[in-house]
């Protein structure tokens, strides 16, 4: 092969790269990653850190209850004098907690139950009937239901939040697994006596990894919005922990004059749900052929 040949294969291996960049430098790209991953690396730096620069969140000051925002106390006081700014600290700590948390346990438990629901037909419809029965129930009753028999913790509230979830990821990953055991690859490792679980790892559980990273943020913002709710209507985490959901549950009494103490852990919560909502959109056109292609 003479020089010129050679010259010619190296330019086109580098635009081949330039032109072919990794996933991660192509979710770098993304807008919606980009800015959702600050607005929430934000949320989980002030859940991590800011207690530790704040007041104590249950520490009583009568001589300063339902005090409005100031430069002395930033977002006010409640009803009992305590520092709503630190209550909001400490509340993204709960959510942060609940939404990560329900997000892995509910995809691993969905991950191991579709996969086995997508390919061994005889379980197919028991485990199938099983999560329709769950989604029938609303999720909101289904954890007041078990929080209210077994005590409001906040492992019983994770693990009341994670139910009704598991059946979505379900559902997710038996599509995903019917699609592809009838894929050509598939079909030679099974005629060549390749055992289950190598097939089940090696051909058709990378091919869920993609739309589960996605799921997984969207249970992980439902799951917030969930922890709120139970809060909110008192079925939540107890009262002496603060979370967003409670800090509004009990400032709904003094809206009319003391609106702030439901305004800040409201937006708290909404731009941590929206954070999550758009990095879930910015992996989906990521990590999506499809919607890749097309933009």
Not at 5 to 28: F, G, H, I, N, R
Not at 218 to 229: F, G, H, K, P, R
Request: glycine share 8%; proline share 7%.
């Amino acid at each position: 092969m003479s020089n010129l040949d050679q010259e010619t294969l190296m330019a086109d291996a580098v635009l081949s790269q330039k032109e072919d960049p990794s996933l991660l430098t192509v979710m770098v790209r993304n807008r919606a990653i980009f800015w959702g991953g600050i607005l929430l690396s934000l949320f989980a730096l002030i859940a991590i850190f800011g207690p530790f620069f704040t007041v104590d969140p249950v520490a009583l000051s009568p001589m300063t209850r339902l005090r409005p925002p100031s430069a002395a106390i930033w977002f006010g006081s409640d009803f009992l004098g305590r520092d709503v700014f630190a209550r909001v600290i400490y509340g993204a700590r709960i959510s942060l907690v609940v939404g990560l948390a329900v997000a892995v346990i509910s995809v691993i438990i969905g991950l191991f139950l579709g996969l086995v629901a997508g390919y061994v037909r005889p379980l197919d419809a028991v485990i199938m009937r099983t999560m329709d029965g769950l989604m029938s129930i609303p999720a909101i009753l289904l954890a007041i239901a078990l929080i209210s028999l077994s005590g409001a913790t906040l492992g019983t509230v994770i693990i009341a939040i994670m139910i009704p979830e598991i059946p979505r990821v379900v559902r997710l990953v038996r599509a995903v697994v019917l699609t592809v055991r009838e894929e050509p690859y598939v079909e030679a490792a099974i005629a060549a006596g390749t055992r289950l679980p190598m097939i089940l790892s090696r051909h058709i559980l990378p091919n869920t990894i993609a739309p589960l990273i996605v799921q997984a943020t969207y249970v992980c913002a439902s799951a917030m919005l969930t922890e709120s709710i139970l809060g909110f209507l008192g079925a939540g985490i107890p009262p002496e922990i603060p979370s967003w959901g409670n800090i509004m549950s009990e400032g709904r009494t003094y809206f009319q004059i003391s609106p702030w103490i439901i305004f800040f852990p409201g937006v708290a919560l909404a731009l941590t749900v929206l954070a999550v909502n758009i990095v879930g959109d910015g992996l989906r056109d990521t990590l999506d052929p499809r919607i890749a292609r097309k933009m």
